[in-house]
Structures are given as C-alpha cells and as structure tokens.
C-alpha cells in the first residue's frame, strides 16, 4: 500500500522560511518523480515544484522560483521543499505528489501560514 505522508507546515512570518517534508512508502521511490502543489483558500491548485527520480531536473512554478527549493533523499524515500522569504500569498495547503507514468500517489497536505 503506498503512503505519501506530508510534514513541516505552520506559520511563519512574512519573509521566514520553513521545509517541508514528504515521506513515501509502498513505492519504488527512486523511480518516481515527486511534486509539490498547494491550495489557497477559494483558489485551484496550483503547481509548485517538481524534482525528476534521480533529482537531477528541477522545475518551479514562476511565483516561487528563487525562493522554493525542491530535493529529495532518495536513501530515505523523502522529498523536501525548502520555502524561503515567504509571503502572505504562499499561505496555502500543500500536498506532495509520487507520480510514475500513469500512477499518482497524493499525500494529505500540510497547511502554511504566513502572516504580514
């Protein structure tokens, strides 16, 4: 049974940081790309990071790219995204995503506050 397990959110300050954390179980990690997404309040959800098996191709939405840092561990299983001078507009429910070609694993989210 796979499990996709979030951690790390809170609130935080504007222009703190804070990491979040993705443990995933059940799967072959290595072999699945990892993503992140987030949901605002009344908002879609939206792309955020995305981080390839071996972790050598990265892409970022535009609204955190230079501030957002997606790695994984793949001795782990866990995946991090490393949120740095956040922003009221970061506020938002983020999920972490195991995808390999067809099959798409979703973790139960982790809310961030980040407060003015």
């Known amino acids: 049974q796979v499990q996709v397990v979030e951690s790390g959110g809170g609130l935080v300050q504007a222009g703190g940081s804070l990491r979040l954390s993705c443990a995933a179980s059940?799967?072959?990690?290595?072999?699945?790309?990892m993503q992140w997404f987030r949901q605002a309040p009344g908002k879609e959800c939206e792309f955020v990071a995305q981080?390839?098996?071996?972790?050598?191709?990265?892409y970022y939405a535009d609204s955190v790219k230079g501030r957002f840092t997606i790695s994984r561990d793949n001795t782990k299983n866990t995946v991090f995204l490393q949120m740095n001078s956040l922003k009221p507009e970061d506020t938002a429910v983020y999920y972490c995503?195991?995808?390999?070609?067809?099959?798409?694993?979703w973790g139960q989210g982790t809310q961030v506050t980040v407060s003015s």
């Open positions: 995503a195991a995808q390999y070609l067809s099959y798409k694993y």
């Open positions: 981080i390839t098996g071996s972790g050598g191709n990265l």
């Open positions: 059940g799967l072959t990690f290595s072999t699945y790309i």
